[in-house]
């Protein structure tokens, strides 16, 4: 049942309280959680022991460096922690189990390329030998770049051309271990022609197409019908042709990627099994091997829910960990096949907790009624008059025959109205009789067993909409996309009750661009508590677990650029640095990527305003307050500035 607008706080509201209703310690994966201040604060485990800072804080740091909102706040310590876990868990699974081979992971840069990030993980990825995939020339000369250590491993997925070929076969040539994986029989005779060209022989994966389903929302990566890798007849053609040109020798991998954020962990183990088919007969075919490539897939408990559901996911990452080195030592120890070398190319869930959006409510529009009148004018219509005594008449008797009088009455008033019977007083007064009767239902609502199902939806009609300092479309855009569902939530005052019901919009001009899908302890809901905003505070919400996928698939929607971004490392005593940071996009800076001229269009304005000098319609010193200002806002940010320089 939904808690209403209007209550009052409750005197006795814990943290506790709080932690419930937004389940931060469910999704939180213990990155996340809120201090003893009411705050949500990120705590970093890789120091001993454990120490936290609080978001306020960071933002704190960020005014005082005239970074604005909205800003996208990364930590590095959580993507070195997720990096350290992810190796660790599958060291662990490896010597539970005996395996004989190792793990090798890599960070497929789709994920997330921005330039810190990939270095980041580069860097501390080192010392677990963690290498990077690429789907493209671009990521290709971005891994060729960032990655120094030559026992890790790069992975060329996607379409290759000569030139892609040839940047590869150059870095093999450098003693960098770097994969050509197949992803369609057409790609072969480039590789083999490349390389006998440049005289350097290539290692050579092949990606099969997966049969098994998986469920949640990828599962068109998997199956029959997925548009990327090799049928069972185009790999054996691979091998007539490895053959042929007497390099089936260069068959190191099979490579088979099932699908993103997938929830249900015996989708994983029929995925490797597969796979493991396919890689023993592909040994039977006369290849060497030695790489088995499982690809993404690991999922983030967005809900924090663990079930299969899609954003959620049915397992934790040791039980990833131990299903997929369990069931290749299963499947391959009866045949005698030496081990291979895992690799895994897990993106989402090395990068989602480690960067949060945050941002600013600008204002707030709530559908509370107006007062009313004690009665209306004799003269007033007569369905103005009988929508009135719906109003008075409302009580836990009557409510459902009220609501649907309230909305007759209604609609035959807007009615008179199109037709000029009534007026825009008349009409404004029917609106405001019939919001206070569904306010009254709703909260008649709130003390009834059994809702009838037109009325379920009432309580969310009247909720209030919370205007956010961001654009959905350029920070957030699988929320519009594929309804993907991120945990949101006020980053303070989390010791006070919020008595709130809201969704929240951004500041485009998009019906679209709105966040009203949220995570509950219950389930997703329709609608987020959050607190009536207090004079001369900012209230602020971050968006978690924005890391993967949301920082470039993003768009310039309305004009909305990159947003401010902001790396900290927090050391162990707890104070932190701010490592990186970046100037979001200014107003020229998107005008450009339109292919406008800031310049031009500065002297375009110009002479509009030196005419109207000429005209008389301004003097010259009017002029040239207009040009500064037209001249600040090119250089200023596209968010919504609050004025305080
Ligand atoms: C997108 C992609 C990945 C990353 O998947 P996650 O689910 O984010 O881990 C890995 N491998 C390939 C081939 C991909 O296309």
């Avoid at 060291?91 to 990030?117: D, L, T, W």
């Avoid at 909305?560 to 707890?574: L, Y």
């Avoid at 301004?618 to 200023?636: E, N, T, V, W």
Wanted: net charge negative; hydrophobic share 35%; glycine share 6%.
């Amino acid at each position: 049942m939904q808690k209403t607008n209007s209550n009052s706080p409750s005197e006795d509201w814990q943290i506790s309280d709080s932690e419930n209703l937004y389940a931060i310690n469910e999704w939180g994966a213990g990155y996340f959680n809120i201090s003893k201040r009411g705050e949500v604060q990120v705590t970093v485990q890789n120091n001993q022991p454990s120490n936290s800072v609080s978001l306020l804080k960071i933002v704190e740091g960020m005014k005082e460096r005239g970074l604005e909102m909205p800003c996208i706040l990364r930590i590095e310590n959580v993507l070195d922690h997720r990096i350290k876990e992810l190796n660790e868990a599958f060291h662990r699974a490896i010597s539970a189990v005996q395996y004989q081979g190792e793990y090798r992971g890599v960070f497929p840069i789709k994920v997330n390329q921005q330039c810190h990030v990939i270095e980041e993980i580069a860097d501390f990825g080192q010392r677990f030998n963690h290498g990077l995939e690429a789907g493209s020339k671009a990521e290709l000369i971005i891994a060729l770049s960032q990655l120094r250590d030559h026992n890790s491993l790069i992975i060329c997925n996607g379409y290759k051309d000569a030139e892609f070929v040839d940047l590869g076969l150059y870095a093999t040539q450098l003693g960098i271990h770097c994969f050509f994986v197949l992803e369609t029989p057409a790609e072969l005779p480039i590789i083999l022609e490349r390389s006998k060209a440049l005289g350097i022989t290539p290692f050579i994966g092949v990606r099969i197409k997966s049969s098994v389903i998986v469920d949640g929302h990828w599962n068109e990566d998997s199956g029959d019908r997925s548009i990327f890798g090799l049928s069972t007849s185009a790999l054996l053609d691979v091998v007539e042709q490895l053959k042929d040109a007497n390099m089936i020798d260069c068959l190191q991998m099979l490579h088979c990627h099932l699908g993103s954020q997938i929830p249900n962990i015996r989708n994983i183990r029929s995925g490797v099994l597969e796979a493991c088919r396919f890689y023993t007969g592909l040994i039977n075919e006369g290849a060497p091997m030695g790489y088995l490539d499982l690809g993404g897939g690991l999922a983030v408990d967005y809900e924090g829910a663990r079930t299969n559901s899609t954003h959620s996911m049915n397992y934790q990452l040791d039980e990833y960990c131990v299903n997929i080195v369990e069931t290749i030592a299963e499947c391959l120890n009866p045949l005698q096949i030496t081990h291979p070398t895992i690799v895994t190319e897990s993106g989402r869930a090395t990068v989602a907790y480690s960067s949060l959006l945050l941002f600013n409510i600008l204002d707030v529009r709530n559908h509370e009624p107006q007062p009313l009148p004690a009665k209306l004018k004799e003269s007033d219509h007569e369905t103005l008059h009988n929508l009135f005594s719906v109003n008075v008449d409302v009580n836990e008797n009557n409510f459902q025959e009220c609501y649907n009088d309230a909305l007759y009455y209604r609609d035959e008033i807007r009615e008179l109205f199109r037709r000029g019977h009534l007026g825009l007083r008349d009409r404004a007064l029917a609106d405001n009789i019939t919001l206070s009767v569904l306010d009254k239902i709703a909260k008649l609502l709130k003390s009834i067993e059994r809702i009838p199902p037109e009325l379920e939806n009432l309580p969310e009609l009247l909720c209030d909409i919370y205007y956010g300092n961001f654009s959905l479309f350029q920070s957030l855009p699988d929320i519009w996309a594929i309804e993907q569902v991120f945990p949101v939530m006020p980053i303070h005052r989390l010791d006070e009750q919020p008595t709130r019901q809201a969704i929240i919009a951004d500041i485009t001009c998009d019906c679209d661009g709105k966040i009203d899908k949220f995570i509950s302890p219950q389930g997703i809901r329709n609608t987020l508590p959050l607190h009536s905003l207090n004079e001369d505070e900012e209230y602020y919400i971050g968006v978690f677990l924005v890391g993967a996928y949301q920082e470039t698939l993003g768009d310039l929607h309305n004009l909305f650029g990159d947003t401010n971004v902001v790396s900290v490392k927090i050391n162990p005593d707890s104070s932190f640095d701010f490592v990186r940071e970046f100037q979001g996009d200014s107003i020229a800076d998107v005008l450009s990527y339109v292919e406008y001229e800031p310049k031009q269009m500065l002297e375009q304005f110009r002479r509009t305003a030196e005419q109207a000098v000429r005209d008389k319609k301004i003097s010259a010193s009017q002029r040239q307050k207009m040009l500064r200002a037209f001249k600040d806002s090119l250089q200023g940010y596209t968010y919504f500035e609050r004025e305080q320089h």
